[in-house]
């Protein structure tokens, strides 16, 4: 079920692993968004899915288009709730104005009314339609709250923007108790891991001198 409107959208995803990729490209095709494997540097995409900074495309899309915005899939999945939440807050508001009913229960298609132990249930309004499982896309998609892409528009990306240190296992060596302290909340923050082992996991290794214990 698509609850998302994107036509004219390039996203490259990249770095997001098999199974994940499958469901944000499944419902960016639905939002009629073209989903980008590659990219050319004169027509670069217009947002970057990722969970690691690791990515080569990402990397070599930073280069020649560091303004690009790049989200976690969270993104995605936030904006699939908005609408969501927009539509049913649509539906209420038209129901209430098109049948006022008391102590009614929205079920299966129905509005179902009652007291006590006894219920009728009659159809939703024409004006009001319930969408059900297999609902149009139209039906989850209050127009002109994410418009096609334009110069200055910008998207509510901020609580979803892959942080500096997305996707890496950072491991610290030959710092006193607080330097490493410090420097720990600095990756989590910029979204990495901070790894007190250096093991096969690690991505980075960060020492004050090449005569740390962990660096030889």
């Not at 079920?107 to 297999?134: D, I, N």
């Amino acid at each position: 079920m698509a609850a998302l409107q994107l036509p004219g959208w390039r996203v490259l995803v990249t770095a997001v692993h098999p199974r994940e990729r499958e469901d944000v490209s499944e419902r960016l095709v639905a939002a009629g968004v073209e989903v980008l494997s590659a990219f050319s540097n004169r027509d670069p995409p217009h947002l970057v899915i990722t969970r690691s900074v690791r990515s080569p495309k990402y990397r070599a899309l930073m280069r020649v288009h560091p303004h690009t915005p790049v989200v976690t899939p969270d993104w995605l999945a936030a904006s699939v709730q908005v609408r969501i939440a927009s539509w049913a807050s649509r539906f209420v508001q038209c129901l209430a104005a098109e049948r006022p009913v008391p102590h009614s229960v929205v079920k299966h298609g129905t509005q179902v009314e009652g007291r006590g132990t006894s219920y009728s249930k009659r159809p939703f309004p024409a004006a009001c339609p319930w969408p059900g499982p297999h609902a149009p896309a139209s039906m989850f998609n209050p127009p002109g709250l994410f418009p096609a892409p334009q110069a200055g528009t910008q998207q509510p990306y901020d609580n979803f923007r892959a942080g500096p240190f997305m996707g890496l296992a950072v491991c610290l060596s030959g710092f006193n108790a607080a330097q490493k302290a410090a420097l720990a909340t600095t990756v989590t923050r910029g979204g990495g891991v901070h790894s007190p082992a250096l093991d096969r996991r690690c991505t980075h290794l960060v020492t004050s001198s090449t005569e740390s214990e962990k660096y030889r």
